[in-house]
């Protein structure tokens, strides 16, 4: 009968060689999920950003959109247009004498 002449190899090896596969394969795969979070992370404080700069610019309208519509609501009063008239304008009513202060 033949017998093998080979090296008999010891299943520790075998063992060992998988476990190192294992463990390349998974500290490969760590390191891609880290870049990954990594990346991730900086997109979003990108993103948190430009939100910020996006509320601050709305709340800038808002604020200019209700001075605005003020402004509408008291330029449709007469005593208001009057004032404007005589401040801006030096108009007046008839009859009104305009004082003037020197200096």
Do not use: C
């Not at 509320?55 to 008291?74: F, G, T, W």
């Not at 009057?82 to 009104?96: D, N």
Request: proline share 6%.
């Amino acid at each position: 009968m033949p017998t093998h002449t080979s090296a008999a190899t010891p299943p520790s090896v075998g063992a060992r060689r998988r476990l190192k596969l294992l463990l390349i394969v998974v500290v490969l795969f760590m390191g891609w999920a880290g870049y990954t979070l990594i990346t991730q992370q900086h997109h979003t404080a990108e993103r948190i950003s430009q939100l910020s700069e996006v509320k601050s610019k709305l709340l800038d309208a808002q604020q200019k959109n209700q001075s605005l519509q003020e402004e509408i609501q008291r330029l449709n009063d007469p005593e208001y247009i009057g004032q404007i008239a005589r401040k801006e304008q030096g108009m007046g009513l008839p009859g009104e004498m305009p004082i003037q202060v020197g200096k």
